[in-house]
């Protein structure tokens, strides 16, 4: 019913810039915080960003903070994270999801009902 597909990941340099998207279908966005959320194989989930639903707050884990931006556009039903000046330690399988609340109060993985199958992000030389 709910669908939602992330792409924009793949390989990249150090100091590169990626734009990840997230289009959900079978939902409308309007009322729930988006989040993304990252792994590395073998490791814990790692809440990445989150943006709020009416005032479009964002909240950033400290290790992407002045790097990653997160933007919605209700009206496509889409999620966006851009990411800059990417470093090895940002690679990882990138999920967005739906929350089950309205407002972020960070950039955590709880709450969380819908997730997207991920998209890989390879920072490489």
């Known amino acids: 019913q709910v669908q939602l597909v992330e792409s924009g990941g793949g390989l990249v340099q150090p100091g590169g810039s990626l734009r990840l998207s997230c289009v959900v279908s079978?939902?409308?966005?309007?009322?729930?915080?988006i989040a993304w959320i990252r792994q590395v194989p073998g490791k814990e989930r790692e809440g990445v960003s989150c943006?709020?639903?009416?005032?479009?707050?964002?909240y950033y884990a400290d290790s992407v903070k002045g790097r990653f931006t997160m933007s919605r556009d209700n009206g496509r039903n889409t999620a966006y994270l851009q990411m800059n000046n990417l470093q090895p330690e940002d690679t990882a399988v990138y999920y967005c999801?739906?929350?089950?609340?309205?407002?972020?109060?960070?950039?955590?993985?709880?709450?969380?009902?819908?997730w997207g199958k991920g998209t890989l992000v390879n920072v490489s030389s």
């Open positions: 999801a739906i929350a089950s609340y309205w407002y972020c109060t960070g950039p955590g993985t709880e709450g969380m009902y819908y």
């Open positions: 079978g939902f409308t966005l309007n009322d729930n915080a």
């Open positions: 943006i709020s639903s009416h005032d479009g707050s964002t």
